[in-house]
């Protein structure tokens, strides 16, 4: 009898030890897949992560390249290749030529020149009582840092734009009346896989109350 009681503790003992160690080894492995998994998962995060960051990045260079060509252009004169990096909207609202004299006698104007100004004002006079000196031709300018807009009401347009950027662009113009800066937030718009330009029509008030409620700007 007693020394089946004792095969018995035996028995129970290396029962109970086996299941501990199997135990042991489930909770291992599990342990071992819980990381591999949690592993994947980050590496999977940091691939989209990466993607992300260089699509971004590529956006924010090729829409300032945009903006930098468009500016550069008519900041030369070439007020016909700037008006094709406009939006197909904005094509459609200045007919090349319309946009090529408009643009031109602005400039003049801002740089204060008698032929800018008289094709404003109406006023041949002007001309005359202009100081000689001549104006500097061009302007220089620099660009602000491209935003991403969730999206963009452009006016006349039945719906929001999307994949839409902003940017701010000052404009220093030497005039005769000394010298002068413009600032214009400029819209850069995903049109056919290009970068396209749009001018925003808000007031700077409506810009700062429209950024707050989501940056949805026109």
């Not at 009898?1 to 501990?20: N, Q, W």
Request: proline fraction near 4%; charge should be positive.
């Amino acid at each position: 009898m007693m020394i089946l009681k004792r095969r018995l503790g035996r028995g129970r003992r290396g029962f109970v030890a086996g299941r501990r160690g199997g135990l042991a080894a489930g909770g291992r492995t599990a342990g071992r897949f819980a990381f591999a998994l949690f592993a994947a998962v980050m590496a999977a995060l940091s691939v989209i992560l990466f993607l992300f960051n260089t699509f971004h990045s590529a956006d924010h260079r090729r829409v300032r390249e945009t903006v930098e060509t468009f500016y550069a252009r008519e900041a030369e004169g070439d007020y016909g290749g700037a008006w094709e990096l406009l939006h197909s909207d904005m094509r459609g609202r200045f007919e090349r030529e319309a946009y090529v004299r408009a643009r031109g006698a602005m400039y003049a104007a801002l740089a204060g020149s008698a032929g800018g100004l008289t094709a404003f004002s109406g006023d041949p006079e002007l001309m005359r009582r202009l100081p000689s000196a001549a104006p500097q031709a061009g302007f220089a300018f620099s660009l602000g840092k491209p935003e991403r807009l969730s999206d963009w009401s452009a006016p006349g347009f039945p719906f929001p734009l999307a994949d839409v950027y902003r940017m701010k662009v000052q404009q220093r113009f030497m005039s005769v009346f000394g010298a002068l800066t413009v600032e214009q937030d400029i819209i850069a718009v995903r049109e056919n896989g290009e970068w396209r330009l749009m001018f925003s029509y808000r007031q700077p008030d409506e810009e700062v109350a429209a950024a707050g409620k989501g940056g949805n700007n026109s």
